[in-house]
């Protein structure tokens, strides 16, 4: 990452060794085990974008391979590119991908209330074809809730 000072705070760029590609670092929209996530922006990829950014090669290295697997699914969140990088002088590793801007199926629920229980229905059994994705190749997914599970593209509170 180079630090650039713009009107009283600090732009990150982290750029792809592979592609050459630059993503602006924009807003920390989480940080834990894994390392952080960030709000990006790119002059090649349109839309809302997030970056995960680990020191954790292990980590990165199966995110990616899933990410692979279940790529193309409606139903799954777009990985535009996966890279090592240089932050300072230590290698780290980048996930860019669609960005989750409606949050969790909990955040959508505690927003928006209950859903009915046909759109209960429908929802799990669309996120169901995805999970079968990733289990017909051989990986499996050990922590589905709806935590974990996000939203992207348009949202429509009655289903």
């Not at 592609?19 to 922006?41: D, H």
């Not at 139903?75 to 300072?88: A, L, N, Q, S």
Request: include cysteine; charged fraction near 25%; glycine fraction near 10%.
């Amino acid at each position: 990452m180079r630090p650039r000072k713009r009107r009283g705070f600090v732009k990150r760029t982290i750029t792809s060794l592979e592609t050459g590609t630059k993503y602006q670092l924009e807003e920390l929209l989480g940080k834990g085990g894994y390392g952080s996530v960030w709000k990006c922006a790119c002059r090649n990829i349109p839309g809302p974008l997030c970056l995960k950014l680990t020191r954790h090669q292990g980590s990165w290295h199966r995110e990616a391979y899933m990410a692979a697997l279940v790529g193309g699914h409606p139903r799954v969140v777009e990985i535009y590119e996966t890279f090592p990088t240089m932050v300072g002088r230590r290698v780290s590793y980048a996930v860019v991908m669609e960005l989750a801007e409606h949050g969790t199926v909990a955040d959508i629920v505690e927003r928006d209330g209950a859903w009915a229980e046909a759109r209960a229905v429908s929802e799990i059994i669309k996120l169901l074809g995805a999970i079968d994705r990733l289990h017909s190749s051989g990986a499996l997914h050990r922590d589905i809730t709806p935590f974990n599970v996000f939203a992207c593209g348009k949202t429509d509170p009655k289903g």
